[in-house]
């Protein structure tokens, strides 16, 4: 019932940014997780970094120092800033939500980083 949509991914060379965002059809102010996760061509789908409801934020280790994920709750949606990209950031990003036991994910946008 709740859909999400990534946009601004992209192509950039290594060591740029990007910013992704992921609106949310409805409000995700009672969303007991929201995240961001990638998958890369023949790779598990990896959890890159989530936000709680409560605020706590948790990084993947190979992204630490590098990205920041936050949310704004009144505009229903969660941001990923990605600095100092690098190659291995390549992937598909996709937003997630926990809302009401349920798992909601976006369709996903492209991130490719060149050397």
């Known amino acids: 019932q709740v859909q999400l949509v990534e946009s601004g991914g992209g192509l950039v060379q290594a060591g740029g940014s990007l910013a992704l965002s992921c609106a949310a059809s409805?409000?995700?102010?009672?969303?007991?997780?929201m995240g961001w996760y990638r998958q890369a061509p023949g790779k598990q789908r990896d959890l890159v970094a989530v936000?709680?409801?409560?605020?706590?934020?948790n990084y993947a280790d190979s992204v630490k120092g590098r990205f920041t994920i936050s949310r704004d709750n009144a505009k229903n949606t969660v941001y990923l800033q990605m600095n100092s990209l690098k190659p291995e950031d390549t992937a598909v990003y996709y937003c997630?939500?926990?809302?009401?036991?349920?798992?909601?994910w976006g369709q996903g946008t492209q991130v490719t980083v060149s050397s």
């Open positions: 936000i709680t409801r409560g605020g706590s934020i």
């Open positions: 997630n939500a926990l809302l009401g036991g349920q798992y909601y």
């Open positions: 409805r409000t995700i102010f009672g969303a007991n997780f």
